[in-house]
């Protein structure tokens, strides 16, 4: 008669591996936010853990106009920046995706792998290459160079949003659309754009959120007058252990996690589907 803990031993094997190991990874990915977060309420005037107490003092002065003048400032171009990335990247992601999905199997299995490859090199690499580019043309550090980064390293990001659901188009409704009179255009701005919003909208929010997060190819690109918010925040670190930074992280933590929870609510899988 076969052992009882032998036949449960695969089912064990599998929780182990998925409830033991997946719950460390989460652990790993979470904790660090929890306590960032917790060290945002701290009462003490610098970083500490655990904190001496609990109090907003710290999310008082990041809004304090005089004070927080210069992350103020910082917060504003870092703003800019991701929102101008995001913005570019609609404008060549969205039609690579489309593209790549009309073409043969074998043309998108050569074309995509250049298209994905900036999220493969080290962005650190990549700034130093394109300052370096930059300089050889005759091209200064400034807002628009990075601006133009971003959108070569982040832009790959809402590419692979869209042509996940572009892939899966069914190639009859813009036929239909086609022989019922419309225009190409119009067949992409009353089908294909919206059938692909769920997906441009996330890498919209993919793109704004790694732009904003950025430090290696700011550091590289922008001139001496742009400071962003992550440098501005390493050097807080730096200078006084200000608590500010973590407030700050506090607030990225919170807009961050209200995003995808939004997107989730309206961009996720309908529950009514069978």
Known sequence: MRNPLLARLPDLLYRLLVYGVGGLAVAYLTFPVVIALILSFGAGQTLKFPPE????????????????????IAAFHSLEIALFAAIVSLFFAIPAAIGTARTSRRTANL????????????????GLAALVVANAVGLRPSLWLTVAG?????????????AALAQGLDPSLEEASTTL?????????????????P????GTFLVFIGSIDNVSITLFLADPETTVLPLRMFALIEES????????????ILVTLAGALIGRRFLGPSRSAP
């Open 199 to 202: 997906g441009i909208l996330a």
């Open 111 to 126: 074309v995509e792998p250049l298209l994905l490859a900036p999220l493969v090199l080290p962005s650190l690499v990549y």
């Open 150 to 162: 971003h959108v070569v390293v982040f832009g790959p990001l809402m590419y692979r949003t869209a």
């Open 53 to 72: 107490g609990f109090s907003l003092h710290w999310y008082a002065a990041l809004i304090d106009p005089v004070v927080s003048a210069t992350e103020h």
């Open 241 to 252: 252990l200000d608590g500010r930074v973590a407030a700050i992280s506090g607030v990225l």
């Open 181 to 197: 009179g419309a225009g190409t255009l119009t067949t992409l701005r009353r089908i294909t754009l919206p059938l692909l919003l």
